[in-house]
T-cell receptor, first 113, second 110 residues
């Protein structure tokens, strides 16, 4: 059974640019969540999608957005990149129901220069 | 708002010694609690869930609603237990959203 796949693994972008990250969940998982992980702030929740609908949103500016497709694959987009957006972005998928927990991907390491 | 607190950033123990990683939470409802582990250069992975009441790799965790705690314990630490451990909580009405603590780095010394 394939795990959660995130692409690309590494990205280097310049301030002001935009970036799109992709996540393919485990087959059968319809819930996909995104987290930002940094040494200073730890794991910060970005948003959760379920059946193509955003169900939860964290406390991030509107530059951060996402979507989910009918096959449950998800993308997140960050526009007008800032240096502070440099982080590891993690995608996690889950079966429906809050007791299951997540399966995480390996993440996309974004560096903004 | 829900909150998860892991008071120790770093916990260092000797091999064979007991381990207790502390986790406290604040949530007025009925929580679902988890422990996640991240070994060096590996992805974050689920270690155990309170609802399953299982022991994984010798680790156990008991939910204490009176003390709002979910401490992770292991009677005898092994070198391979060295990793970053995160406690997480999900709450009613939050969908599948997990709120994570800041993590505790466990270092098992020989």
């Amino acid at each position: 059974k394939a795990g959660v796949t995130q692409t690309p693994r590494y990205l280097i972008k310049t301030r002001g640019q935009q970036v799109t990250l992709s996540c393919s969940p485990i087959s059968g998982h319809r819930s996909v969540s995104w987290y930002q992980q940094t040494p200073g702030q730890g794991l910060q929740f970005l948003f959760e999608y379920f059946s193509e609908t955003q169900r939860n949103k964290g406390n991030f500016p509107g530059r951060f957005s996402g979507r989910q497709f009918s096959n449950s694959r998800s993308e997140m987009n960050v526009s007008t990149l800032e240096l502070g957006d440099s982080a590891l972005y993690l995608c996690a998928s889950s079966l429906e129901g809050r007791s299951h927990g997540y399966t995480f991907g390996s993440g996309t390491r974004l560096t903004v220069v | 708002a829900q909150r998860v607190t892991q008071p120790e950033k770093l916990l260092s123990v000797f091999k064979g010694a007991p381990v207790e990683l502390k986790c406290n939470y604040s949530y007025s409802g009925s929580p679902e609690l988890f422990w996640y582990v991240q070994y060096s250069r590996q992805r974050l992975q689920l270690l155990l869930r309170h609802i399953s009441r299982e022991s994984i790799k010798g680790f156990t965790a008991d939910l204490n609603k009176g003390e709002t705690s979910f401490h992770l314990k292991k009677p005898f630490a092994q070198e391979e237990d060295s990793a970053m451990y995160y406690c997480a909580l999900s709450f009613t009405g939050g969908g599948n959203k997990l709120t994570f603590g800041t993590g505790t780095q466990l270092k098992v010394e020989l």
